[in-house]
């Protein structure tokens, strides 16, 4: 027999008292269960996303969210600032471009966080730009944006939104959706929501609906209709019941724990993991700013980081990731974010200093773990 683990940056580990939840008889989506169950989570959402702004409850996975927020707000030839400092912000330049949505794209080395100079420049380029897409952290590089200070460019902009990818940031860093004034914030349920994946969620402010009005490019994910169901807790097609009876019962827990304690819980894990890896004589990726939902860890010379992944499942069940584009076989990844503790970052570091053992590398068993244990545990 052998135990699986979990580390991946999506799907995420899901609690049992989620997936119990989600086991629950099905329930139909026009009856008074639902509004009343939907009237929840639309409140919780709100909470968790710091808004008063609609949060719409889409059926897809993260990329679903992604799209709409392309095509409800942009109409071919618009113009759009896209900052690509990895595979998903690389995504947000192919949706644009696939909907006709002209596109400067602000290219960061990977491992790097965008540089706000450089929005500022590109919207002094182009100042007709309708919308400027980011992410807050970056997870193919494990870096994580300075949101805020992106936001505080672009609030003062009547005619320019800013639409943030948040998958890998909502419920692990601060973001401050009606404080900052972002205008689009974007997030999916198996990241750091604790639930398997099949729901996005999408934050809109007044600003971008007003751009929305001009947009009309959808029929799926057509956020106006969408909207006007939603504010009556119906969604316009048959929503992903169970997912949503799961997200109630995830929401509850978040909520349970208070935001502040869930970004600390975060920061900490995130810490003794960085520390953790250094301390096994290895080195994360990012250059800078390194997000707190997940670690990007250098392969050591010599050694394939694509073998580390395999290793981590094949010989212990750990599922970790690996690196993409030209950083396969250079990196790999563990997440640290969702329904995670100190054992999650215990577990991991220990299995990496077992393969790196095995692969012939010399390492110190127990290294990084005491690292670890070092910074997690709590005294009276
Ligand atoms: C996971 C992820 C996505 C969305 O991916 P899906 O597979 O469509 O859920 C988008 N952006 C970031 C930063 C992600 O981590």
């Known amino acids: 027999m052998q135990k699986r683990y979990l580390f991946a940056p ?3 580990q899901v609690p049992p008292e989620v997936l119990l939840a989600m086991a629950s008889p099905m329930i139909h989506h026009r009856a008074p269960d ?7 989570v639309q409140a919780d959402l709100q909470w968790l996303f710091q808004t008063t702004n609609d949060v719409l409850v889409l059926a897809s996975s993260g990329t679903g969210g992604m799209e709409g927020s392309v095509a409800n707000f942009l109409s071919p ?18 949706i644009c471009k696939s909907f006709g949505v002209v596109v400067d794209e602000i290219t960061v080395e990977w491992g790097y966080a965008v540089d706000p100079k450089q929005i500022i420049d590109a919207l002094k380029k182009n100042p007709d730009t309708k919308a400027v897409f980011i992410q807050a952290s970056e997870t193919s590089t494990g870096v ?13 902009l009547a005619d320019t939104i800013l639409v943030v990818d948040a998958i890998t940031a909502l419920g692990v860093l601060d973001i401050r959706t009606d404080a900052w004034g972002i205008d689009v914030v974007v997030t999916g349920s198996q990241k750091a929501l604790m639930l398997p994946p099949g729901l996005a969620f999408v934050s809109i402010s007044e600003k971008a609906w007003a751009l929305a009005d001009k947009a009309n490019n959808v029929f799926y994910y057509n956020f106006k209709k969408e909207a006007e169901s939603q504010r ?42 960085r520390e953790g890896v250094k301390a096994t004589g290895l080195s994360i990726f990012p250059k800078e700013c390194p997000s707190n939902a997940l670690t990007a ?54 299995a990496v200093e077992m393969v790196l053992k095995d692969l012939g590398h010399p390492v110190l068993l127990g290294a990084g773990v005491g690292k670890a244990e070092e910074l997690l545990r709590k005294p009276i």
């Open 10 to 12: 999506g799907p995420t």
């Open 34 to 40: 639902f509004v009343e169950l939907f009237e929840q």
């Open 77 to 94: 030839g618009d113009k759009a600032i896209v900052v690509n400092m990895g595979k998903f912000g690389e995504r947000w330049g192919k």
């Open 144 to 156: 994580a944006n300075d949101t805020q200070a992106i936001a505080d460019i672009i609030r003062p």
């Open 232 to 273: 009556k807790q119906q969604t316009a097609f048959t929503p992903a019941v169970s997912l949503i009876v799961g997200l109630k019962e995830a929401l509850r827990m978040l909520k349970a724990e208070g935001l502040e304690n869930i970004f600390l819980r975060h920061v900490r894990l995130a810490n003794a993991m």
């Open 297 to 350: 860890i250098q392969a050591p010379d010599g050694i394939d980081g694509q073998k580390v992944y395999s290793r981590l499942r094949q010989s212990y069940g750990v599922t970790a990731a690996g690196g993409q584009d030209h950083l396969k076989g250079k990196i790999f990844r563990i997440a640290h974010m969702g329904y995670v503790d100190t054992f999650d970052v215990i577990m991991a570091l220990s």
